[in-house]
């Protein structure tokens, strides 16, 4: 039974990957695939291979990007932190953090990697999606999204989750956090709530502490949200929503992207998977603006990603 189930998922794959099967075995049909990528002057307009998607040692944050980043995000102006001290807040998470400083690979290296983004809207509810996103090598989920109770439905699978100090949560011994710093005080936070403790609030109360293993921390480069608001969003919204970074994260870790969990239920309401929608006039929700949902849609037209909107029926 189950494993009837999984067969089937690994169908439904193989008939959705674009290239990456072949790339497995064949380096020619690398350079194949990486043409289909060039040869779209839409998307080569927009995608730019050079932007670091995570803070390295060699990190280095042009003063355009910091103040972008710090006028831009309607967060930052409680704050009153200089480059200075960026860099001094930078410098601290490299020493934490062993990940950061190594540069860690999101997954295998030497062959197509396939990463599966999965969002949280209500249409993953029933979808019966789980064993086909547990197949991808990289699995990266946002915020608090369950799995206990939804495994069928969402999977079981997380190598990496996307979350800031108002969203996060403990993660088990083997998944990366990856950090979205909208903030200065985010990597401060990041930095206390794995050692000391963090004393304090930012807009909201946040958590003092959380349990994630040490090794697999992770943080986006500040230049990378820049780089997607003034590239993808051509600066129509205040900062760009997780899941739109998240997309676009998976683009520039993965050859093959695969978007689970993404846009308006049946009714055309944007609820969560896991719980019933509290209100119900909240739209796309607080920045999840149309624009990311239409080059969402573009990237999927484009073959760039695939997009897994409807229902997977059960049999
Ligand atoms: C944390 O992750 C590292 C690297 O994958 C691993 O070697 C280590 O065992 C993990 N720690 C725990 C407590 O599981
Ligand atoms: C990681 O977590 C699993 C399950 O929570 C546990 O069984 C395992 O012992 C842990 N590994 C290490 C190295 O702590
Ligand atoms: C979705 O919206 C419709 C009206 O547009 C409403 O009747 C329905 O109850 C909503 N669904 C949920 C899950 O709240």
């Keep these: 039974m189950k494993m ?29 695939y990486a043409n289909e990528r060039e040869d779209d002057p839409w998307f080569t307009q927009r995608f730019d291979k050079a932007v670091e998607p995570f803070l390295t040692v ?22 009153r932190q200089s480059f200075d001290d960026y860099q001094t807040v930078v410098d601290a998470l490299l020493k934490t953090f062993p990940a950061i400083s190594k540069g860690a690979e999101p997954g295998p290296a030497e062959r197509c990697r396939m990463c599966a983004v999965v969002g949280n809207s209500a249409h993953l509810k029933d979808s019966r999606y789980g ?5 991808h090598d990289v699995v990266l989920r946002m915020n608090k999204s369950p799995i206990k109770g939804y495994e069928e439905d969402v999977g079981t699978k997380t190598t990496h989750r996307l979350m800031y100090p108002e969203s996060a949560t403990d993660l ?14 985010d990597m401060v936070w990041l930095q206390k709530a794995l050692t000391t403790g963090f004393k304090g609030e930012t807009y909201q109360p946040v958590r003092a502490n959380i349990q994630v293993n040490k090794s697999l921390v992770m943080v986006l480069n500040p230049g990378f ?7 993808w969003l051509r600066r129509r919204s205040g900062y760009p929503s997780t899941g739109f970074l998240a997309v676009i994260l998976a683009l520039h ?28 006039n909240l739209g796309t929700g607080l920045h999840y603006g149309k624009q990311e949902y239409y080059l969402i849609q573009k990237l999927a037209d484009r073959k760039k990603i695939k997009l897994f909107k409807r229902r997977f029926t059960k049999s």
Aim: proline share 3%; net charge neutral; glycine share 2%.
């Design 4 to 32: 009837s189930s999984k067969l089937k998922s690994l169908v439904v794959l193989l008939i959705v990957i674009n290239l990456c099967m072949f790339l497995h075995d064949s380096l020619s049909e690398y350079f194949l």
């Design 58 to 79: 060699e990190h280095k944050l042009s003063m355009h990007a910091f103040k972008w980043w710090k006028a831009s995000t309607q967060l930052q102006p409680i704050e």
């Design 131 to 135: 064993h086909l996103i547990d197949i």
């Design 172 to 185: 088990d011994n083997i998944t990366h956090l990856v950090l979205l710093p909208f903030k200065i005080m």
């Design 225 to 231: 949200i820049a780089y997607v608001h003034r590239v």
């Design 253 to 280: 870790m993965c050859e093959e992207v695969h978007v689970f969990g993404y846009g308006a239920d049946r009714d055309r309401n944007w609820s969560h998977y896991w719980e019933k929608l509290k209100n119900p």
